[in-house]
């Protein structure tokens, strides 16, 4: 059973910057893909950035040079560092993995995720 909590969402303007954690419980292996997901109104939940078995790293295209995807492992944390946001970045943003890539499940439930609203 993995467990995940994500913090550090709230209200920013555009061009702003926010960080998240994810703190995680559980059994996590390096061979898993872990990371953050986020759902924006009206729009299909989506990966945003993802650290990949060899730790290599995945951004969907909009967020490229703007969010930066760390992890603790010592502290079982996962950050997302977000700068220059937009309006547009709007969204319930979540940290859960999955066995691998072809996996079709989640390691956790998701849950209520931390809210991330771009506004002037």
């Known amino acids: 059973q993995v467990q995940f909590v994500e913090s550090g969402g709230g209200l920013v303007q555009p061009g702003g910057s926010l960080r998240l954690s994810c703190v995680a419980s559980g059994n996590i292996f390096s061979s898993y893909v872990m990371g953050w997901y986020r759902q924006a109104p009206g729009k299909q939940r989506e990966a945003v950035a993802l650290i990949m078995p060899g730790d290599s790293i995945y951004y969907v295209d909009s967020v490229k040079g703007r969010f930066t995807i760390s992890a603790d492992n010592a502290q079982h944390t996962m950050y997302l560092q977000m700068n220059n946001l937009k309006p547009e970045d709007t969204a319930v943003y979540y940290c859960?993995?999955?066995?691998?890539?072809?996996?079709?499940?989640?390691?956790?439930?998701w849950g209520q995720g931390t809210l991330v609203t771009v506004s002037s």
């Open positions: 859960n993995g999955r066995r691998s890539i072809a996996t079709p499940t989640y390691l956790g439930v």
